[in-house]
């Protein structure tokens, strides 16, 4: 049904019993799936469950009937269509609530036909705003496989698309697990050497001897094992890339003989007396402050200006929280496609700071999307949770730990939303409206737990 372009689900928030039913089967008879919400709580919960394509809105409601805390709820139904119903006289509401992000509003007593046509157009918009997000999102990645809209990444493409097309060197610098490797992997693709080897090396796993060998490669009889000749990664990167990752770590000794590969394109290999050439594209990466380390004299001056042809930075995913939503869309629809976030889940994902960045945003994802259970199109934020291992803050594991000789289920439930309204309240620190936006209610639902709970 919501295939059609006119019709689609739409969720009726509105106390009177009257208008619920008249209104609601007035659009069920045009095709609609309603779903109807006596309050703001209920109204949330459907709106995670349901996923509607718009929202009609009633902002009296209650228990305070007061219309300025059913504009709190404006933005607690993000990414779709809000339709604000309104008394008749109610104009100056009317208008906050279209500040407030309201898409258009409706005075009672409603007119069929103005519902007919304000629902309709709605549906459309949030029709068109999808298929402008999906738009977005194919444009955001093209061919290098960067993700992101931020102006950092957008940058960040245009200069590797650039840089691909010289071979100077090039410093890859960033926090852990934001795509340097990535980059120098796009590096690779877009320039003229994309036929050739892209190898990689990480100079922090191996001692100063094993790099040595592993990169120049060594001869026979050099070292006891070393049965054979061995060529290194650098003849094997001939007419390709080298990328050397976390090139910080890589020993004093090593250094210098970098520098001499990089300054005259020559190596000797370990054990071996003869002068060898290779030819690379040399990307090197870092998550230390090699500029400090050059001052502390622990990474030689020369080999730093050697290797900063052209610095490229990737940023850290908490300077560009827009970019997760979008990161973890792609990421779980390549573990499980058709799938997507509830609002919860969205919320929770752009609150943490992500100290691993982008690694660590798709192995939760990732993990999530595998736990998925069949039939199940959305991901929740107790999933994500469980597949990121939290359960410090928020408390949704604590379902793990209930009692199951608590009792009956109302019990049960009770004792689990008991604790996770005072774990909320603790890891907010007393802060209601922190507390609410942890727990994915409004203040007023809050409060009304609270109250409920024996807890104010
Ligand atoms: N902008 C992005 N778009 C899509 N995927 C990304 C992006 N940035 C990082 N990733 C993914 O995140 C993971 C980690 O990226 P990568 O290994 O390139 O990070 P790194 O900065 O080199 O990490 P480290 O410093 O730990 O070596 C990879 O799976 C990579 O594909």
Known sequence: MSDTPETGRVLLVDDEPAFQRLGGSFLRDLGHAVTVAGDGEQALASFERQRPELVLLDLAMPPHMDPEIGLEMIPRFPGVPVVVL??????????????????????????????????????????????????????????????????????????????AQTSVSVLVLGPT????????????????????????????????????????????????????DQ????????????????????????????????????????????????????????????????REGTFREDLFYRLKGVVLRTPALSERPADVPLLATRFLHRVAPRTGFTAGALAWLTSREWPGNVRELKA??????????PGQHEVDADLLRLSSGDTSDD??????????????????????????????????????????????????????????????
């Not at 992997?185 to 060998?213: D, K, M, N, Q």
């Not at 939760?364 to 259970?373: H, Q, R, T, Y």
Request: proline letters at 4%; one cysteine or more; glycine letters at 12%.
């Open 231 to 294: 060529p290194g990664l650098v003849e094997a990167a001939h007419g390709g890339t080298l990328f050397l990752d976390e090139v910080g770590e890589m020993p004093a000794a090593m250094q210098v003989k970098l520098l001499r590969f990089l300054q005259e394109g020559t190596f000797v290999p370990v054990g071996g007396r003869v002068q060898k050439r290779a030819e690379a594209r040399v990307v090197a990466a870092t998550h230390r402050d090699l500029e400090a380390m050059v």
């Open 86 to 163: 309104t008394g008749h006289g109610e104009h100056e509401l009317a208008l906050r609530a279209t500040e407030l992000g309201a898409w258009d509003f409706l005075t009672k007593p409603i007119d069929p036909d103005m519902l007919r046509f304000v629902v309709a157009r709605a549906l459309r918009k949030a029709r068109l705003d999808g298929e402008l997000a999906t738009l977005r999102a194919a444009t955001a990645v093209d061919d290098l496989g960067l993700v992101g809209q931020a102006p950092a990444i957008t940058q960040l493409r245009g200069m590797v698309r650039r840089v």
């Open 395 to 456: 408390a949704a594991p604590v379902a793990g730990h209930l009692d199951p000789s608590a009792g009956p289920l109302d019990a049960a439930l009770n004792e689990l939303e008991l604790r996770l309204v005072r774990d909320a309240m603790a890891a907010a620190g007393g802060n209601q409206s922190e507390a609410a936006r942890r727990l994915g209610v409004s203040r007023v639902g809050l409060i009304k737990k609270l109250t409920r709970l024996g807890l104010r």
């Open 177 to 228: 697990g934001t795509g340097k490797e990535l980059v120098a992997r796009a590096l690779h693709g877009c320039s003229t050497r994309s036929a050739g080897p892209f190898v990689a090396i990480h100079c922090g796993a191996l001692s100063a001897e094993l790099l040595e060998s592993e990169l120049f490669g060594h001869m026979k009889g050099s070292f006891t094992g070393a049965y054979r």
């Open 364 to 373: 939760v994802v990732e993990s999530a999307g595998a736990l998925i259970l």
